[in-house]
């Protein structure tokens, strides 16, 4: 990194940690019940706890710090994905993971009924690992190599494969009301407890992968590039792969199958900060946190006091945006 470029991209985080809390606290400010400074404040002292106050600090706050962490991580893991495969269409939604870690969800209530929630979180997992190596699998069965559109299409046909296993189940158990809480790819109910359990592993999957931005960058231009500036090949990849389930698998136990997060904002993110992961992925926290915070506070506020789903606000967006990165061969916005 040069000096010029360094100091380019200070602005740069600078500026996106500027906008995130603008979301934050927009999105703690406003929804079905709106609420004012004084509320939050004693939300986050604990004095003076009105109705108002209390409902900031156990439904409103516990929610939004969910979707900060939902959307780092969706937003991190799609742009490793898109970096080491080097698929410009690489999401954990699109490519198995989301699908893997529903059914393994679904696997797990109906068959240990009571399962805590680290139980579900480590079945996601477990889904997410078995998902992704699924689709890379069937993507792989052809000779030669494997392209972005042939990943897509077996990531499509395989998750489809498993969500209507999931829903078999859910139908043959009668656990489709426990299990669809997590379908629509929601915050509702999100609590302090579901993220005592969550927090540590996306925050800690997080920081290794930052770590880990110049390797991201090496495997981004060629394997023979990697190799040969003295990369381990085999040992970063499946260190990759172990971070990016991590990621997936933590998220969907919180909000369900969510899809085009981990598509988007790498895309976004290379329009201001360039191909280089060292930039990419720190820059890609914050913006995932905000679009989560924005997509959230929107299904919220969009028909109060009734909700839209988050998934549904994010696959208007992202929809459009996925047929737009196809038609453009990939490099919308990059």
Same mark, same amino acid.
């Not at 040069?2 to 906008?19: E, Q, R």
């Not at 706050?61 to 080491?84: D, H, K, T, W």
């Not at 997060?261 to 360039?274: C, D, N, S």
């Given at each position: 990194?040069?000096k ?90 699109l ?15 109906? +068959? ?5 929630y ?39 046909a ?34 302090w407890?579901?993220?005592?359990a ?9 920081i ?19 190799t ?9 990849? #499946? ?19 969510? #899809? ?9 993110? *290379? ?14 926290? +914050?913006?995932? #946190? ?8 929107i299904? *919220?506020t ?29 490099? #919308?916005?990059?």
């Amino acid at each position: 990194m040069t000096k010029t470029h360094t100091s380019a991209f200070a602005y740069k985080l600078g500026g996106s940690i500027v906008f995130f809390v603008l979301c934050f606290a927009v999105s703690l400010l406003f929804g079905a019940a709106d609420t004012t400074y004084p509320d939050l404040w004693h939300a986050i002292t604990g004095r003076d706890m009105g109705d108002k106050a209390l409902m900031l600090r156990e439904i409103r706050i516990p929610r939004e710090v969910g979707a900060i962490l939902v959307g780092s991580a969706f937003a991190v893991s799609g742009a490793v994905m898109q970096g080491v495969t080097r698929n410009p269409l690489a999401d954990p939604g699109l490519l198995g993971l989301s699908s893997g870690a529903y059914l393994a969800l679904a696997v797990g209530i109906a +068959f240990i009924p009571g399962l805590n929630y680290f139980g579900i979180m480590t079945a996601c997992f477990i889904g997410a690992a078995c998902g992704a190596a699924l689709v890379i699998t069937l993507g792989s069965m052809r000779r030669g190599s494997l392209s972005p559109i042939r990943l897509v299409l077996a990531g499509a046909a395989v998750s489809a494969f498993l969500y209507a296993i999931a829903d078999g189940l859910g139908l043959l158990f009668k656990i489709s009301k426990d299990v669809s809480m997590w379908t629509a790819g929601g915050l509702v109910g999100t609590t302090w407890g579901q993220l005592q359990a969550i927090a540590p592993v996306i925050l800690v999957a997080l920081i290794v992968t930052l770590f880990m931005s110049n390797q991201v960058t090496l495997l981004s231009l060629s394997d023979e590039v990697a190799t040969g500036l003295g990369q381990k090949l085999v040992q970063i990849k #499946a260190i990759m792969f172990v971070l990016i389930v991590l990621l997936t698998g933590a998220s969907v136990a919180l909000v369900g199958n969510m #899809a085009f997060v981990g598509l988007m904002i790498p895309h976004i993110v *290379r329009r201001f900060v360039g191909t280089d992961y060292r930039y990419i992925l720190p820059f890609s926290v +914050f913006a995932g #946190a905000s679009f989560m915070l924005l997509a959230d506070t929107i299904g *919220r506020t969009l028909n109060s006091p009734y909700e839209t789903p988050v998934v549904a606000v994010v696959a208007m967006l992202g929809l459009p945006f996925f047929l737009f990165v196809v038609r453009k061969g990939g490099k #919308a916005l990059s």
